[in-house]
């Protein structure tokens, strides 16, 4: 059984990427629908201060340690976590997989779902993309989207609407779409897939150092980026974070 940890009075599991690529395989298998999501720092921040949130990630079927901040903080805490899983690379894995159900890729700019769902196809040919539409987080137009995603016959739902948004819109809607099994909010995975936006370089990403390079080439992000490199440390630090 995996097992759980608290920080800043969020649930984090304990698990490494190939871990978390079998728990999935079991979710797929066992019935039922599955929310899977990645916090990282920036999202348990946002959770102290939005209680709809937080209770959205206290609810979901697994919550993978997306940033090198949550293992500093398992290790503050004294049950460290191993390895950051990165969404992106979740993402990528669970999408070249020969066994994955019919997906549906939802989320970014305008075309953007499409060119991943055209990207992976050329690498995976047993995949099958069922659908793949931009559309948005806005609660107006949550109608039309699911039942395009029902008429599709998707099992497996990927959203890139950006945290908060994404997950939030993934626990109004996940039970109104039965043959989804598994429902994930990847962020902005789709943009590094599709070649709109570039990933930090692997030496950078092992340094702990992602953030800078997001900064440095998204100066819009910068308030984003503080809370997650120090408004998240000094909170773990005044004793927001503790063992389950």
Request: net charge positive.
């Amino acid at each position: 059984m995996l097992q759980r940890i608290s920080i800043l009075g969020v649930p984090i599991d304990r698990v490494t990427r190939e871990q978390a690529l079998l728990e999935i395989a079991s979710f797929l298998s066992s019935g039922g629908q599955h929310h899977v999501m990645t916090p990282n720092p920036e999202m348990l921040v946002e959770a102290g201060k939005n209680p709809t949130f937080r209770e959205v990630l206290s609810r979901s079927a697994l919550n993978v340690p997306d940033g090198v901040g949550l293992l500093w903080a398992s290790r503050w805490i004294g049950t460290p976590i191993a390895e950051r899983v990165a969404g992106v690379d979740l993402f990528q894995d669970l999408c070249l997989s020969p066994s994955l159900p019919p997906v549906y890729f939802l989320g970014a700019a305008p075309g953007v779902a499409e060119r991943v769902g055209e990207h992976f196809s050329q690498r995976n040919p047993s995949l099958r993309v069922v659908g793949a539409e931009s559309g948005s987080p806005d609660p107006a137009e949550e109608t039309g989207i699911v039942q395009h995603i029902n008429a599709s016959g998707a099992q497996v739902l990927f959203v890139a609407f950006g945290a908060p948004g994404q997950d939030m819109w993934i626990a109004r809607n996940l039970s109104k779409m039965p043959g989804v099994r598994l429902a994930i909010g990847v962020g902005g995975s789709f943009d590094f897939v599709a070649g709109v936006r570039k990933r930090a370089p692997a030496w950078l990403r092992s340094a702990g150092l992602e953030w800078f390079w997001r900064l440095v080439r998204e100066p819009r992000r910068f308030r984003r980026i503080i809370s997650a490199v120090l408004v998240f440390p000094l909170l773990v630090l005044r004793g927001g974070s503790r063992g389950a």
